[in-house]
């Protein structure tokens, strides 16, 4: 998959199952449409080494953006290679795509590094 995609998934099934499947989370959760859920991604991504950013900004047309950064803790600064960003209408998503980004960069760089 590739981060266009993520970045492009809509909040649902698809990307509640992926959730599920790769941050190792129970499946049948509506981890991209109900912020109790997806906040136990937030812990299950502290529990892989990530510190979280959350905030909002304003979107195209007065609309808000809602944005989410996991940050390795090694990193000292957000802005340092490493983070991983993705925005959207609700939070919920932004996490859930922010975590996929993540752990599937994340991943794939550890492959290289081998």
């Known amino acids: 998959m590739t981060r266009d995609e993520i970045l492009n998934m809509p909040a649902g099934c698809k990307i509640d199952h992926l959730i599920a499947e790769n941050v190792g989370m129970f499946d049948g ?7 109790q ?6 812990e299950a991504m502290h529990d892989r080494g990530y510190w ?17 950064e996991f940050i ?3 990193l000292s600064r957000p ?3 490493g ?7 609700t ?7 922010a975590a996929l980004l993540t752990v ?10 081998e």
Do not use: D
């Open 29 to 35: 959760r509506y981890y991209s449409r109900n912020i």
């Open 104 to 113: 599937m960069e994340r991943e794939e760089s550890l492959k290289l590094e």
């Open 83 to 89: 983070a991983y960003f993705a925005s959207t209408s």
């Open 52 to 68: 979280v950013e959350m905030f909002t900004q304003a979107g195209p047309g007065g609309s808000v953006e809602y944005c989410v």
């Open 37 to 42: 859920s997806t906040m136990l991604v937030v």
């Open 79 to 81: 802005s340092e290679p």
């Open 72 to 74: 390795p803790v090694s």
């Open 91 to 97: 939070f919920p998503l932004a996490i859930c795509r």
